[in-house]
């Protein structure tokens, strides 16, 4: 009995696949666009390590992911080690500790995997794919405007068509909390209520406290104040307190650079998006693609990450999550990813150095070149080459003959003779 009869055909941990070749090439396909576009804004790439000691790396932790972390013991210090569940704050600790010295703004970008605990519920991934920015050292609408107008031109550029970017701002949230008499229990219900716009819940929660009819009015209108500009003129007339006031004037900053860029057709307002309210200090903003539930990107303002380890300095950026994108753009990459090889050499005669020579030959011309090195019939290596994606067979019968080049998308042949292929003077 062979080996993999033994086993399950999907005998693996939950929350973790295997990418077979059409697959991996679309996630590499992402991979390459996205980097072209966070290139194309200078930003360079890091690299992080997929270990690194606990302690350290829960310093950058935000809400929520200290339970979401793989640890174990390190044999070799006695110290326990963590899978990173989220590469942004290895980009602080990198900023922090060893780029320090560089002169402000240090614009770096990534592109790796993390590992997550999840809840016992199907189709909640473990093993995640990542790719974002991170912009360090610079404050200010601009900056921030740049991270949403980078998400919008990155999602175009992988063949998204409709989709959105909600942008929130938490500083308005707790500009219209700040110094109400609400317990930190009650408090977390009203902010719950306002994510999920429940505004059922919330009128029931705020009729428990005792605030100021003024009050409960401006934390009822939260959930509705979404939509276009035009939200942030309704929210002006509602809330009274300076600091709301304040990040209404920085968000309007931002959108006026938007409209320079000429992305605003694809954002919303959303003054009710409390994601990350314990760990993002201004702009927050994620992606949305049409027919789907899960956000694609997530960012925004953390300017309190840095200092944790060391080094204090203003930052943005935001995050793809590239199983979510894979999962949207399925059929739209079916058009822009073929994981094919251009070439498979067939040979009719016992010389097999001839075709061997031919491979070498049209590798260094560029295309993507394998030997048919199985004894078998021509129609059994077309069949074949079918099958696997070539775009085209070469059939060699001896050097002083012409190679024949069947096409496998049609069917069509040609004759290339020895003089061509030595001068490169051909194309497939």
Sequence with gaps: MRFSDSLPETDLPKGVRD????????????????????????????????????????????????????????????????????????????????????????????????LRH????????????????ELIGLD?????????????????????????????????FRGVMDGLPLDVRLAEQVADAILRKDSSELKGLLEQSELADGACEEILALPRLYGGREVLQQAEKTVSNERSRRALDSLNQVLDVLDVYGVLDHVTIDLGELRGLNYHTGITFQGFLSGI?????????????????????????????????LFALDKVLDQRVVPSCDLLIFSTGENLRIAQKLACQLRKQGYSVARDILDRTQVDALEYAKKMNYRFMAVVAGEERDVEIISLLDGNKKQVSWQQLNQNDFEL
């Design 140 to 172: 200010g609408p601009e900056a921030d405007a740049e991270m949403i107008a980078m998400a919008v031109e990155s999602l175009t550029a992988v063949g998204a068509q409709e989709f959105t970017i909600d942008i929130g701002q938490v500083e308005f």
């Design 19 to 114: 990418f077979l070749p059409l697959k991996a090439a679309k996630v590499e396909y992402l991979q390459q666009q996205l980097q072209q576009v966070y290139t194309a804004w200078g930003f360079r790439p890091v690299i992080t390590p997929q270990l690194e000691y606990l302690d350290v790396l829960e310093r950058g932790f935000g809400e929520g992911l200290r339970e979401r972390t793989f640890r174990f013991d390190d044999r070799q210090s006695g110290r326990l080690l963590a899978f990173p569940p989220d590469m942004t704050p290895q980009i602080a600790r990198i900023a922090a500790t060893r780029m320090s010295e560089l002169p402000l703004p240090l614009r770096l970008c990534y592109s790796g995997r993390v």
């Design 293 to 325: 539930g899960h956000t694609v990107c997530s960012g925004g303002r953390y300017n309190n990450l840095t200092e944790k380890y060391g080094f204090s300095a203003p930052s943005t950026g935001f995050t793809f999550s590239l199983l979510h994108l």
């Design 118 to 133: 999840t809840e016992q519920q199907a189709g909640k991934d473990r093993d995640i794919f990542q790719s974002g920015v």
